[in-house]
C-alpha cells in the first residue's frame, strides 16, 4: 500500500480547536498505538467542528483553498466521489500547535498517476461545469 499511486487535490487548509489533543505534528507514517489514537483522535475532532453547532471554532486558511466552506467542500467531495474512479474525501490533520489543529481538506484519485494528469483535469472540470448547471 505505500507505494500506492495516487494525486490529490487540496481544497483548503483549515483550523479547528484542538480540544486538547496534544501539541506537535501528525506522522501518518507512525503505526505504534499512541501515534495511532492521537491521529485518529485529531481527525475526529476536525469532523466534530464540521457540524453546525460547532462551526465557531473552525475556520479556513486564508491561503490555498478552492472552495469556500466545508459545505462546498463536501458537495464536491461526493460529486467526485460518485463520477471519478478512485476519488474519495480525506482529512490530513498537519499538527497541533496553540491549541488549534491544522490540516488539510483533500480529495485523493486512487490509481490516478501523473501521466493521466490531463485526464483527471478534464474529469474535475466536468463537476465544475455540472455544479453551475
Known amino acids: 500500500m505505500e507505494n500506492e499511486r495516487y494525486a490529490e487535490l487540496r481544497l483548503y487548509y483549515g483550523l479547528c480547536s484542538s480540544d486538547g489533543c496534544g501539541e506537535g505534528r501528525f506522522s501518518p507514517e507512525k503505526k505504534d498505538q499512541w501515534s495511532v489514537s492521537r491521529l ?7 469532523e466534530r467542528y464540521f457540524q453546525p453547532d460547532y462551526d465557531w471554532g473552525f475556520n479556513l486558511g486564508s491561503w490555498e483553498h478552492i472552495v469556500h466552506d466545508e459545505t462546498e467542500a463536501k458537495t ?11 476519488a474519495s474525501g480525506l482529512i490530513e490533520p498537519v499538527e497541533s500547535m496553540h491549541g ?16 493521466q494528469r490531463e485526464e483527471l483535469v478534464q474529469e474535475l472540470k466536468k463537476i465544475r461545469l455540472c455544479s453551475e448547471r
Do not use: D, M, P, V
Open 100 to 115: 488549534r489543529i491544522a490540516f488539510w481538506r483533500k480529495i485523493r484519485f486512487a490509481g490516478w498517476t501523473e501521466e
Open 40 to 46: 485518529t483522535r485529531a481527525i475526529k475532532t476536525i
Open 76 to 86: 464536491l467531495i461526493q460529486f467526485a466521489e460518485k463520477n471519478i474512479r478512485g
